[in-house]
């Protein structure tokens, strides 16, 4: 299903409105922080197999690959709209992640399950752990950057078939009468 020029361009304004208020405030814990969740531990499953270090980092790891899955779908698909909602979701998700990245030394974030907490020993296993705040910001910067991108994109997308001016012929004809 496609959206009007119109849809697209509500769809895109809402998600950079939306996108904006959890860039601002990542920690308040936003609805898709709950889509995130299963996505991020079903990545411990996925990764489990490659060791103890894979399995940390599979839940981060599948959190941020499943949206740019979608991604690289749509581009297939020669729809640049919807690659750019899948991309503001990585953009979404890299802000999540940012937040538990931060929260590394503090482990003040609830648990699913109890564990470990995957930054803290991520970060611990690399001998990081004293950056986590630089490290978080980072995280948390590269998604301010991929939701500009997504949402420069999604307007080009919704703009850009409508904005175009069909070419007119020309005056004169090369025809030989």
Do not use: C
Not at 38 to 50: A, M, N, Q, R, Y
Not at 67 to 72: T, Y
Not at 106 to 125: K, S
Not at 154 to 176: D, F, H, I, M
């Amino acid at each position: 299903m496609r959206f009007s020029p119109s849809g697209r361009l509500a769809l895109t304004i809402v998600l950079a409105v939306y996108g904006f208020r959890i860039l601002v405030h990542p920690e308040a814990g936003w609805f898709l922080d709950n889509v995130d969740l299963p996505i991020h531990e079903t990545g411990h499953l996925v990764f489990s197999p490659f060791g103890e270090f894979m399995q940390f980092a599979g839940g981060t790891l599948f959190q941020l690959l499943l949206p740019a899955v979608f991604v690289g779908y749509f581009l297939r698909q020669k729809d640049r709209h919807g690659a750019s909602i899948a991309l503001w979701w990585v953009a979404q998700s890299l802000w999540n992640v940012s937040v538990y990245v931060k929260d590394a030394r503090a482990q003040e974030l609830p648990l699913v399950g109890g564990g470990e907490h995957d930054w803290a020993y991520l970060l611990g296993e690399l001998n990081l752990l004293p950056r986590d705040q630089v490290i978080g910001h980072a995280v948390w910067l590269a998604g301010v950057i991929v939701y500009l991108i997504a949402i420069g994109i999604g307007l080009n997308a919704s703009l850009g078939k409508s904005a175009r001016v069909a070419p007119s012929e020309p005056a004169t004809s090369l025809r030989s009468a």
